[in-house]
């Protein structure tokens, strides 16, 4: 069991993965092996060879790792940064509720040339698409610097009301897109979403063919014919640029006992049951980048080394992977599209609860898992009466949420 140096207790990182699809595999431009511990204390500064291999963020005509590091407050961010960025990461992703925006600007003041060399996106909550114009000034106050790449309306969903539903198609959103990159303050913009509703969201957005990209919760298994896979067409079609997040989440154990034996080719290829999800998500040829939470100096590693080594997995072992995944037990399903909660004749949402859950158990976020789940409506919160059973069996991933909504009344309530 690793160490996490973001908390100074025992964090096992192979309790959870957040990551995310990217583009083809002819699309690829390797790179060569980072620098170690010991290289990186005496160049702070990675040398451009150490880089990623990059994927085009649709039509912004811009390159990013196919890997970025989803940060979070720590003590110990700083050198996780700099770890980061010595061993070809190229992309930081942060946001207002994060936390991780001072350590990010501390780390830009000490290190001006990194600046330009990162792709570094921020997120917040404007009540309206036109209030992100001044969340934008307050973003880069604290990051310290003077435009970011990207900035998203964080999490848009059922929270902001059913009028968000318009927000990717509307007049307002679009006219704030323009003045927003009229100032230079943001290259680009966009949104992030895990909501039930997320296929109409992408959908409205390649209706209305104005937004940038789109952080989006994914898996790599994804039905053909749902709902969710016509809309990351659509977007693409469109040319917004997609990156994926919340992946798959489980217990460290059994993903480790279960994966190898059933995917026998990742052991031959040298992959972990880990890499071996990266490399199946980065198979998918129309996302560009994945978000991963990295905690410690190990994961990352393993990630990097993941990205370099990547070539596209076969149909059959990336559905061995999904079998393998789901006979261990996820703890949160990334195909969530709220047919859990109608099986289970509750008005309740059995995913973000399970999500909450897994923020708890596995990603470490306590407190953040209890604020969200305070802010959730008492409808949203009580499954009282709700047919567990029957939301298991329609779940694609089968989650128990008998077990899961005990943990979360017992944690999170």
Same mark, same amino acid.
């Given at each position: 069991?690793?160490?996490?140096?973001?908390?100074?207790?025992?964090?096992?990182?192979?309790?959870?993965?957040?990551?995310?699809?990217?583009?083809?595999?002819?699309?690829?431009?390797?790179?060569?092996?980072?620098?170690?511990?010991?290289?990186?204390?005496?160049?702070?500064?990675?040398?451009?060879?150490?880089?990623?291999?990059?994927?085009?963020?649709?039509?912004?005509?811009?390159?990013?790792?196919?890997?970025?590091?989803?940060?979070?407050?720590?003590?110990?961010?700083?050198?996780?940064?700099?770890?980061?960025?010595?061993?070809?990461?190229?992309?930081?992703?942060?946001?207002?509720?994060?936390?991780?925006?001072?350590?990010?600007?501390?780390?830009?003041?000490?290190?001006?040339?990194?600046?330009?060399?990162?792709?570094?996106?921020?997120?917040?909550?404007?009540?309206?698409?036109?209030?992100?114009?001044?969340?934008?000034?307050?973003?880069?106050?604290?990051?310290?610097?003077?435009?970011?790449?990207?900035?998203?309306?964080?999490?848009?969903?059922?929270?902001?009301?059913?009028?968000?539903?318009?927000?990717?198609?509307?007049?307002?959103?679009?006219?704030?897109?323009?003045?927003?990159?009229?100032?230079?303050?943001?290259?680009?913009?966009?949104?992030?979403?895990?909501?039930?509703?997320?296929?109409?969201? /992408?959908? &409205?957005?390649?209706?209305? $063919?104005?937004?940038?990209?789109? %952080?989006? *919760?994914?898996?790599?298994?994804? @039905? +053909?014919?749902?709902?969710?896979?016509?809309? /990351?067409? &659509?977007?693409?079609?469109? $040319?917004?640029?997609?990156?994926? %997040?919340? *992946?798959?989440?489980?217990?460290? @154990? +059994?993903?480790?006992?279960?994966?190898?034996?059933?995917?026998?080719?990742?052991?031959?290829?040298?992959?972990?049951?880990?890499?071996?999800?990266?490399?199946?998500?980065?198979?998918?040829?129309?996302?560009?980048?994945?978000?991963?939470?990295?905690?410690?100096?190990?994961?990352?590693?393993?990630?990097?080394?993941?990205?370099?080594?990547?070539?596209?997995?076969?149909?059959?072992?990336?559905?061995?992977?999904?079998?393998?995944?789901?006979?261990?037990?996820?703890?949160?399903?990334?195909?969530?599209?709220?047919?859990?909660?109608?099986?289970?004749?509750?008005?309740?949402?059995?995913?973000?609860?399970?999500?909450?859950?897994?923020?708890?158990?596995?990603?470490?976020?306590?407190?953040?898992?209890?604020?969200?789940?305070?802010?959730?409506?008492?409808?949203?919160?009580?499954?009282?009466?709700?047919?567990?059973?029957?939301?298991?069996?329609?779940?694609?991933?089968?989650?128990?949420?008998?077990?899961?909504?005990?943990?979360?009344?017992?944690?999170?309530?």
């Amino acid at each position: 069991m690793a160490t996490s140096e973001t908390s100074g207790r025992p964090f096992n990182r192979r309790d959870f993965l957040q990551t995310g699809a990217a583009a083809t595999a002819t699309a690829v431009s390797l790179a060569t092996a980072a620098p170690g511990v010991a290289a990186l204390a005496q160049e702070p500064v990675a040398k451009k060879a150490s880089e990623l291999p990059r994927r085009t963020l649709g039509k912004t005509g811009v390159d990013v790792t196919i890997l970025n590091l989803g940060t979070w407050r720590s003590p110990g961010l700083d050198r996780l940064l700099r770890f980061a960025y010595a061993n070809g990461v190229r992309y930081i992703d942060t946001a207002k509720s994060y936390g991780s925006e001072p350590a990010i600007g501390s780390w830009l003041t000490a290190m001006p040339e990194v600046r330009k060399q990162i792709f570094l996106v921020t997120k917040d909550h404007p009540n309206t698409p036109k209030q992100l114009i001044a969340q934008l000034d307050e973003r880069l106050k604290t990051l310290k610097t003077d435009y970011v790449d990207l900035i998203f309306i964080h999490g848009i969903g059922n929270s902001y009301g059913d009028a968000s539903l318009e927000w990717p198609k509307s007049k307002e959103f679009k006219e704030t897109i323009e003045a927003i990159k009229k100032t230079g303050k943001a290259k680009f913009v966009g949104f992030s979403c895990h909501d039930a509703k997320r296929a109409e969201y /992408l959908q &409205a957005a390649a209706d209305g $063919g104005f937004v940038d990209a789109v %952080m989006v *919760q994914y898996t790599p298994w994804l @039905d +053909k014919d749902s709902a969710l896979n016509k809309a /990351l067409d &659509a977007c693409h079609k469109k $040319g917004i640029g997609l990156i994926s %997040m919340k *992946q798959v989440a489980g217990q460290s @154990d +059994k993903i480790l006992d279960v994966v190898p034996d059933r995917v026998p080719s990742l052991k031959e290829k040298g992959l972990s049951p880990y890499q071996g999800l990266l490399h199946a998500i980065w198979t998918d040829e129309r996302i560009s980048s994945s978000c991963v939470s990295m905690r410690n100096t190990d994961q990352i590693r393993e990630d990097t080394e993941a990205a370099r080594k990547y070539a596209p997995l076969k149909t059959a072992e990336i559905e061995q992977l999904r079998d393998a995944c789901i006979a261990a037990g996820p703890t949160f399903c990334a195909d969530c599209d709220g047919r859990c909660a109608r099986a289970a004749g509750t008005s309740a949402s059995l995913g973000d609860l399970t999500r909450l859950i897994t923020y708890h158990d596995q990603y470490g976020y306590r407190g953040e898992a209890r604020r969200l789940y305070a802010e959730m409506a008492e409808a949203d919160r009580n499954w009282t009466g709700a047919d567990l059973d029957a939301a298991r069996r329609v779940c694609p991933n089968g989650l128990n949420f008998a077990q899961l909504l005990e943990r979360v009344e017992k944690h999170l309530a």
